[in-house]
């Protein structure tokens, strides 16, 4: 795929423009076309799996962001194949989200130009594909699940976190992992372990620990007040 780009400057011109016409309509370059035809494709199964219209999607808004988000995530990396490098790119997604499918950021988050464009860590799709990217586990059905429980402050929580050189992925598909294993769903705990690893991190490679990455993992729940032998799973 030849991702092109919309920087900042044009996309608030885009943005204002929709916003005076009250009209958030696709206007995407035709070599899009496909791409355009299989998020709305992704997004109307989302909302047929939850049953819901598209009015209901900020009252479901968790449940449309990490289904839509794996849907969303194997789209852009099996069928259209993302790097990295250009997943990084702020400039990729305001192209996609303010000419491909304007549409779908307005059911979510209303008119909210930090949602479409202005903030790096807050662009929707951005954010999902970055959210899921980081806690993809094997397959499919398997990250459905880690991911089933959490909410929306999950993903400000682990977006929020990148470091000097980047998202440490296998350190947070550990956590996320873990998280999802031993049941951690207070908003409160998690943010304590995000904070306690934003922390150790500094001082302390979790590479290098005794007992690699899982230990280091582990011992940051137990640290941060997870009783694991009461929340593992079976």
């Known amino acids: 795929m030849d991702w092109l780009r919309l920087n900042k400057a044009k996309s608030k011109k885009c943005f204002d423009e929709m916003n005076e016409k009250s009209k958030f309509d696709s206007s995407c370059e ?15 199964e989302t909302l047929r799996e939850l ?21 969303l995530y194997k789209l852009m990396t099996f069928k259209y194949k993302i790097s990295e490098n250009e997943a990084g790119n702020d400039d990729v997604w305001r192209y996609i989200q303010l000419k491909v499918c304007p549409q779908i950021i307005k059911y979510r988050y209303g008119i909210n130009e930090d949602r479409y464009y202005k903030e790096s860590r807050r662009m929707w799709l951005k954010t999902l594909w970055w959210y899921v990217y980081l806690a993809w586990k094997d397959n499919e059905e398997t990250t459905k699940k880690i991911l089933s429980e959490n909410t929306t402050d999950t993903i400000l929580n682990i977006i929020d976190r990148t470091g000097t050189y980047g998202y440490r992925r296998e350190l947070f ?37 005794n007992g690699g990455i899982e230990k280091y993992v582990e011992e940051l729940f137990v640290e941060s007040g997870v009783r694991i032998n009461e929340f593992r799973r079976s």
């Open 30 to 44: 035709e070599s899009y076309d496909e791409l355009k035809s299989d998020i709305f494709k992704e997004f109307y």
């Open 173 to 209: 598909n550990e956590i996320l992992y873990k998280k999802y294993l031993y049941k951690v769903t207070d908003r409160d705990q998690f943010r304590k372990i995000m904070t306690l690893n934003t922390m150790k991190v500094q001082v302390i490679d979790p590479f290098l620990v």
């Open 51 to 71: 049953k819901i219209e598209v009015n209901n999607v900020k009252n479901r808004a968790y449940e449309v962001d990490y289904i839509f988000g794996i849907k």
